[in-house]
């Protein structure tokens, strides 16, 4: 399966302590992306590459958040002194710019589902 | 970016058609209309994406008027497969453009049943 991949699945952590993701998008893909999501909700954008450039970051992602992608291919999400409300699925999603100009279609990892205690 | 409206949850049957309509109506020119399929426990999955008139796939259409302010996904004789939420997103089509991000709202609940 060459799709995007996430790691871990799960993570439980205690409030306070720092916590990390890994997303590995598809390999031609040089685009990026960070989500969250909690239930009920629908995704909410964190933040974006193109390559290994941080292009934009969302108002959610607070200076407890840092994400990087050093070579333009995978990319990790750290979130520092973890609090009860970063509980949520963090989600990964790559694409590669089209062609025609249409809207990338983004392909989606499986997420990381964070709870904090 | 051009926010959407679209119903918080729809039920079928196996075997029915299945419209969802979704309002946008600040759509912008460079806007194009994607929708997105999630399970639970999975990240969502694109289904179908258009800028006027009507697209069709393998899994479903596509109809949007002529004036853009609105999109109607049509699954043909859904399955209990099918329960799942579906997500409209209006997004910036322009090449190259940094605004591909996407913003789902809390999209629509489908229920199949038997």
């Not at chain 1, 916590?19 to 992306?33: A, G, K, M, Q």
């Not at chain 2, 302010?69 to 997004?91: E, F, I, Q």
Request: a positive charge.
């Amino acid at each position: 399966d060459t799709g995007v991949s996430q790691d871990p699945r799960h993570k439980i952590t205690k409030r306070g302590q720092n916590v990390t993701f890994r997303c590995d998008p598809i390999s031609e893909h040089n685009r990026l992306y960070w989500y969250r999501q909690t239930l009920g909700q629908g995704p909410e954008f964190l933040t974006y590459f193109q390559n290994e450039a941080q292009l934009e970051k969302s108002r959610l992602l607070s200076d407890r958040f840092s994400a990087e992608r050093p070579k333009g291919s995978f990319s990790t999400l750290e979130i520092q002194r973890t609090e009860q409300g970063d509980s949520a699925m963090y989600l990964c999603a790559s694409s590669s710019e089209l062609n025609r100009g249409f809207t990338d279609t983004q392909y989606f990892g499986p997420g990381t589902r964070l709870t904090v205690l | 970016l051009a926010k959407t409206t679209q119903p918080i949850s729809m039920d079928s049957y196996e075997g029915q058609e299945v419209n969802i309509t979704c309002s946008h109506n600040n759509i912008a020119t460079n806007d194009y209309i994607t929708w997105y399929q999630q399970f639970p426990s999975q990240g969502p999955r694109f289904i179908i994406q258009g800028y006027k008139t009507k697209v069709t796939n393998e899994v479903a259409s596509l109809f949007i008027p002529a004036d853009r302010k609105s999109s109607t996904l049509s699954l043909p004789r859904v399955s209990l497969s099918d329960t799942a939420v579906y997500y409209c997103l209006v997004g910036d089509g322009r090449r190259g453009s940094t605004l591909g991000r996407l913003y789902f709202g809390r999209g629509t609940q489908l229920t199949v049943w038997p």
